[in-house]
């Protein structure tokens, strides 16, 4: 095989990884809604955290659920990958899943009618939280899902507001995310509710064109 030939074929491989990365990130869009309307992701924390022995299959969710066997296992393994869920597995190489860290406060907020975080439900759930939520905090306090309020934060790190924290969670483990104010809200967190209006504005636009909301 010549080099040109074999440059080639890498980049048709290469090729096709991007556009199957692009297929999946598209389907995941316009699939997520439907499927959190079937389970969200705080009814299947609070789902797992009353299991008799804190453990579950993408087979038994999807018995009990409306959720399909393929959306169980995604589902579980995204959340697994997010650092909120521990993954075992048996003899037969079948996956059982489990809470990290367990469920402390299934109490919600009370929290602005919005359908996305408020600058001042974000600050509402910083006090709460010791101004250190974890994705699991911000889940089981909303009920929203896991990639709207990653959007969220993403959009408030860029703005310099936040800084996102991985604290070691053992070799070979997925790190959940931990989310604390920079300076100057760090010291002044009352000042971030000065970014109400311009945030709120902004980040219910980016979350209409990005089909979390309508």
Not at 56 to 67: D, G, H, I, V
Not at 176 to 196: H, K
Request: hydrophobic letters at 40%; zero cysteines; glycine letters at 4%.
């Amino acid at each position: 095989m010549t080099k040109t030939v074999f440059l080639i074929l890498l980049l048709s491989f290469l090729t096709m990884i991007v556009l199957a990365l692009v297929i999946y990130l598209i389907w995941q869009r316009r699939t997520g809604p439907e499927v959190q309307s079937k389970l969200s992701d705080r009814d299947l924390l609070l789902r797992l955290s009353r299991e008799p022995d804190g453990l579950l299959t993408p087979e038994r969710l999807a018995k009990t659920t409306q959720l399909s066997k393929g959306e169980a296992r995604s589902r579980l393994m995204r959340l697994a990958m997010a650092g909120i869920l521990d993954q075992g597995y048996n003899k037969r190489l079948v996956n059982h899943y489990t809470l990290r860290e367990p469920i402390t406060d299934e109490e919600q907020p009370s929290l602005s009618p919005a359908p996305f975080l408020t600058v001042d439900d974000l600050f509402l759930l910083f006090e709460r939280y010791g101004f250190r939520p974890r994705d699991q905090d911000l889940i089981m306090a909303t009920g929203l899902p896991l990639a709207m309020i990653r959007r969220e934060m993403d959009y408030f790190a860029k703005e310099g507001v936040i800084d996102t924290i991985y604290f070691s969670a053992g070799y070979g483990k997925q790190s959940q995310r931990t989310y604390v104010l920079q300076e100057p809200y760090r010291s002044q967190p009352a000042a971030f509710l000065l970014r109400a209006n311009r945030d709120n504005l902004e980040l219910r636009e980016i979350l209409r064109n990005d089909n979390f909301i309508v």
